[in-house]
């Protein structure tokens, strides 16, 4: 699709509302000269330095573009007959074919301040850098404060040069880190800016609230009542004067104010005009708890719209108006601090204050969820239940909970993503320093159609899933409870310093239960010194254990558990401590828990602040008070306390580890790269490998696999992937296209080498016997050549029998590397055992581009063939590095040219240490990015 032809987005401002981003369009010429109309004299004089006419004679300048050398882009507000430009920016690049460009914005006074400009000349620069231009030179008068900040917060690197009147900046289009970063933090402010509104509100209107206690807008109108809300509610109500002893309203524009927030609970064929009035009104806030939009698929609704339609309608009248939205379909919000105490759902559970903020794309299992975390006394921040997702999405609460001071832990339920790298790189920051905690729904077919039909969303493969989470230090759990579990000891507990764990039981069984569930859950429970041991002997009885785990038999009193958690707690040998308490009737379990409580507040007040305690309590008394009031968690069984501890201290372990860096070979040609790719796209006809005497590794060796999928575009031919590779430095063996068997044994003869020869076709070799390998002389080519050639007529495959490969023999282990470009997830990276056996034994590990030098390592050592690479039974080591360095170079292959959708390296020989890694066999696809 051609840049110009590419529909707009909605961009969030600083001030938390939204405009529309979108290419200048030929019928813009009314809507530009509207905009000149509301610009004031000065700004004019601002962008043109000096007097300026537009008119209908001269707009077309600025919208009939040259798509070779201008681009403009306009910022709007409205939609259909209502839309109306706001802010304009443009490029044309001088000279013509160059790679400089030079560019100018204009916003209208009115909008002015909010940081239009800035979203628009930010699109435009990167929109630019696409199109390849490295420099962006804007001259600017000397007084344009405005337009002199706006450069300066761009984010990109630039060089002024002024004189008496102009300053001439010139952006270096360098979109990195430093960019991005500053993109971040703008990102940040305008999601803490839209969610304030829908989080603190000074005012709160229910339109559908109703006295019918068992409607929707009935519970939501009574819950805000009963909640303390500390803010005005308003019923509002077409057929009613009197809501829950409140005075309504029919309309919101009959309200005394207006709202801050508007929560909807009317029919869906009603909700696009109720938020339509709210928009006319000011409100920058609306949740839409009616359903009916596009969880309903291609259903039709009353009205006749199916229901995506009647979503699409419903945002566009909300961005129209800058306001945000949360739903539809969900189940409202809620704040739970004491300032605010917000229920605007129709939950009637309100849980205490906590440090816990929580998110649910099902609003039915929101409601679970709230009666759980009121009965665990987990307490919340806030919660939203986003619903449909129409407009705020997880990654707008991740940038709002990320600074937000009365949240340390986030939880969420995930049925689908929405931009999923942009929630892997947000993610990825906030849990350096606020754990994540998700569920995710769609782990198997069944689920993902399941999650489908009920978000109107499609979700996304669980291996790229996993990906994500593994590379952003998200704790993912299994179940709701589990979730749950971990939540609480995060919540409660500080995160170990390792993972090292000291168990004191008074039963030997459930201490061996908990040492078996610990280590199989990543964790170790360490044999104590001989002093540690004779420490804890003085105060315990003959027959108490000493070992780790620490029994200290069914006599156990209320001093031996306070000593031994003590000694053990400051001796530094272990890093987090459980507790197993079976009821024996020898000593009251509230005297243990009260021991237990008065051991970990002296391990702290000894300076030991990061040893996690926590308790298993086996009875049907259920958590303790001592422990509840102490913030000392409690399981019922050990095998959910080591989940729970396990994924704590993986978690713990993750921040501890440094980010990594992005490695990028310098011995790379990308622009050589490119120019193969841009070469073989602009030619309109698919092109057949097969007619081209493309090898390559079988179109459906991968079927099956997660990187296998065809997501369209063209295969490259030999030569041409050949060159790609050549340009990034990726190792080929010798190897040459013959089309008899005379010619195989000739180059062999040539070459004095063992060669293999392959058919030059994309279909299973090994499955049809059309590969040979370790081919010492020319006779026992044509041999195998003849012998291939009758099998292929045999399975019917004889048209391939006219083009073979011959290729150098290559030994070392056989390794797989593949990249895929997932359509949610963009590119994923993927390295494993390869050769034939890559279905069979799915040894493979996946990363989501770009990858990190940890994300490699992580990706090697995660691997089962791992010791193979190391040297197994006495085998020379790999070349590991050499290996690292492969993947690398695949990482920015990928991340510089979008367009390669598919690249299978397999087998690729690892050889012995010092000898690098080649790649025998390619296929690498592209499609227009």
């Not at 129409?390 to 689908?416: K, M, R």
């Not at 310093?497 to 239960?513: D, F, H, K, Q, Y």
């Not at 102490?630 to 729970?644: C, G, L, V, Y």
């Amino acid at each position: 699709m051609a840049i110009a032809d590419r529909p707009g987005f909605d961009q969030a401002l600083r001030d938390g509302t939204t405009v529309r981003i979108r290419p200048i369009r030929p019928d813009d010429d009314e809507r530009l000269l509207g905009m000149w109309d509301r610009t004031s004299a000065e700004s004019r004089r601002l962008r043109f330095h000096g007097h300026y006419d537009l008119n209908v004679d001269t707009v077309v300048r600025f919208t009939h573009l040259d798509p070779d050398d201008e681009f403009g882009l306009v910022a709007t507000l409205g939609r259909g007959d209502r839309e109306r430009i706001v802010g304009v920016a443009r490029f044309y690049i001088d000279p013509p074919g160059s790679n400089h460009a030079e560019f100018a914005a204009l916003v209208e006074d009115d909008q002015q301040g909010r940081g239009v400009g800035t979203v628009l000349v930010r699109e435009l620069a990167r929109i630019a850098a696409e199109r390849g231009v490295a420099t962006l030179t804007g001259d600017v008068l000397a007084n344009n404060n405005r337009m002199l900040r706006l450069i300066r917060e761009l984010g990109l690197d630039h060089a002024d040069s002024r004189d008496a009147q102009t300053v001439r900046s010139d952006l270096r289009l360098e979109l990195g880190e430093e960019f991005l970063t500053v993109v971040d933090d703008a990102d940040r402010r305008a999601a803490r800016a839209a969610l304030e509104r829908f989080f603190s509100p000074a005012s709160v209107a229910v339109v559908g609230a109703s006295r019918d206690p068992a409607s929707i807008g009935g519970m939501v109108f009574r819950h805000l009542l009963n909640g303390d809300f500390a803010g005005v509610a308003h019923p509002v109500n077409t057929d009613a004067a009197v809501i829950q002893s409140v005075r309504a309203v029919p309309r919101l524009s009959d309200l005394p104010e207006v709202p801050e927030l508007v929560v909807v609970c009317v029919p869906a064929a009603a909700v696009a005009d109720v938020v339509d009035e709210a928009g006319t009104l000011g409100v920058r806030a609306v949740v839409v708890i009616s359903a009916g939009f596009a969880e309903l698929g291609s259903a039709e609704t009353d009205a006749g719209l199916a229901g995506v339609e009647r979503q699409r309608e419903l945002v566009d009248v909300a961005t129209s108006h800058g306001m945000r939205l949360v739903g539809p379909n969900c189940m409202g919000v809620m704040n739970a601090t004491a300032e605010v105490r917000l229920n605007a759902t129709f939950s009637a559970t309100f849980p205490s204050p906590g440090r816990v903020a929580f998110s649910s794309q099902s609003g039915a299992l929101g409601l679970a969820v709230i009666d759980h975390v009121a009965s665990r006394g987990l307490g919340l921040s806030t919660f939203v239940s986003v619903g449909n997702k129409a407009d705020i999405s997880g990654n707008d609460l991740l940038l709002y909970w990320e600074e937000d001071p009365h949240t340390d832990v986030v939880l969420l339920y995930l049925e689908s993503f929405g931009n999923p790298r942009k929630f892997s790189r947000i993610a990825r920051r906030v849990s350096r320093h606020k754990p994540i905690v998700v569920v995710k729904s769609g782990r198997t077919q069944a689920g993902e159609r399941a999650a489908s039909s009920h978000t109107a969303a499609i979700s996304a493969g669980d291996v790229a899933v996993q990906a994500l989470f593994r590379q952003a230090g998200i704790i993912r759990t299994d179940t709701l409870s589990e979730l749950f579990d971990v939540a609480t000891l995060l919540a409660r507990q500080p995160l170990p310093r390792g993972n090292r764990v000291g168990i004191v039981t008074n039963a030997g069984g459930p201490g061996i239960l908990a040492a078996d569930a610990l280590e199989s859950n990543g964790l170790v429970v360490p044999s104590l010194s001989s002093d540690l041991r004779t420490a804890l002997a003085d105060h315990l009885p003959p027959e108490a254990g000493t070992a780790n785990p620490v029994d200290l038999v069914a006599s156990a009193d209320a001093d031996g558990y306070r000593h031994v958690l003590r000694t053990l707690g400051e001796a530094g040998e272990v890093d987090m401590l459980v507790v197993i308490v079976v009821p024996t009737g020898a000593t009251p379990v509230d005297d243990i828990a009260a021991a237990v409580v008065e051991a970990r507040d002296t391990i702290r007040a000894d300076g030991v602040d990061d040893l996690p305690v926590l308790g298993v309590f086996m009875s049907a008394g259920g958590e303790p008070p001592a422990l509840a009031a102490a913030d000392i968690p409690t399981f019922a069984f050990p095998e959910d306390a080591a989940r729970a501890l396990g994924r704590v201290a993986a978690h713990a372990d993750w921040r501890r580890t440094p980010l990594g860096r992005i490695v990028t070979p310098d011995d790379i040609d990308p622009e050589a790269a490119r120019s193969v790719v841009e070469r073989v796209l602009a030619d309109a006809d698919e092109v057949d490998p097969q007619e081209l005497g493309a090898d390559a590794v079988d179109p459906d060796e991968l079927a099956g696999h997660e990187l296998g999928a065809d997501v369209g575009g063209r295969w490259l031919a030999p030569a041409d992937a050949e060159a790609v590779l050549r340009a990034y430095g990726v190792a080929r063996p010798r190897a040459r296209l013959v089309a008899s068997a005379a010619e195989a044994a000739a180059t062999q003869q040539e070459w004095d080498i063992p060669v293999a020869v392959k058919v030059a076709a994309a279909i299973h070799k090994t499955d049809v016997g059309a590969l040979a390998l370790d081919l010492a002389d020319p006779d026992a080519v044509a041999d195998a050549v003849a012998s291939m050639t009758t099998r292929l007529d045999e399975a019917g495959l004889g048209t391939h029998a006219g083009s073979w490969l011959v290729q150098e023999m290559v030994d070392g282990i056989e390794m797989v590397v593949g990249v895929n470009h997932d359509p949610s997830f963009g590119p994923l990276i993927l390295t494993g055992l390869g050769g034939t056996l890559v279905e069979l034994m799915r040894d493979v590990a996946v990363r989501i581009t770009p990858v990190t030098d940890r994300d490699v390592d992580e990706m090697l050592d995660g691997l089962r063939m791992r010791p193979l690479l190391d040297g197994y039974r006495g085998s020379e080591p790999a070349d590991v590095d050499a290996l690292r360095d492969l993947l690398f170079r695949i990482n920015a292959m990928v991340e510089d040219l979008p367009e390669i959708t598919e690249l299978d390296l397999n087998p690729v020989f690892v050889r012995p240490d010092g000898r690098g890694v080649v790649a025998v066999d390619v296929r690498l696809r592209v499609e227009p990015a």
